[in-house]
């Protein structure tokens, strides 16, 4: 059940992302990215659990959902991005060349020239729907769409357990 309720916060955010995307409101837009890549993340703690006494667990749920060790909800890396987002701030100064920053930008990619892919700290490209991140990307169609099939799965698995 946890796992449908959280794909479908996923599923929200995702909604609310495209409205603030089209309205151009900035803060709506980071708010929802974030509550997308916090429901992903914790998807993913349900199928893939950090605790290794709970592997186990974790591939039955996966196994009896559907997932596979090549599902976009198993990379949690961009969530780790943005809830470490302190840390990332001191990476960047300390290692950036020209100390050029782009953050929480909604740009296609190339729309700013002269600006290192590493000084590009938060950037959704809405032509593509790609988020970005010091040159690592994010493509978040993918993500929503297996946070669509894990809800369904698993609800229609909740569904059955309650017949």
């Known amino acids: 059940m946890e796992v449908s309720r959280q794909a479908t916060f996923g599923i929200l955010a995702y909604e609310d992302l495209m409205s603030a995307v089209y309205a151009r409101n900035a803060t709506r837009i980071w708010y929802s990215v974030q509550s997308l890549l916090v429901a992903a993340g914790n998807v993913s703690k349900l199928l893939w659990p950090p605790r290794k006494r709970s592997t186990g667990r974790g591939k039955e749920l996966r196994e009896a ?48 020239q002269g600006v290192d892919a590493e000084d590009f700290l938060r950037n959704i490209d809405p032509n593509d729907w790609t988020l970005r991140f010091r040159g690592s990307r994010l493509e978040i169609r993918p993500l929503v769409e297996a946070l669509r099939e894990v809800r369904d799965k698993a609800g229609t698995i909740v569904s059955a357990g309650r017949s």
């Open 65 to 112: 959902i559907g997932v596979t060790e090549t599902s976009p909800l198993k990379a949690r890396m961009f969530r780790n991005i943005f809830e470490h987002y302190d840390e990332q701030l001191e990476d960047w100064m300390m290692s950036s060349k020209r100390h050029n920053i782009v953050d929480s930008s909604v740009l296609p990619l190339g729309a700013i």
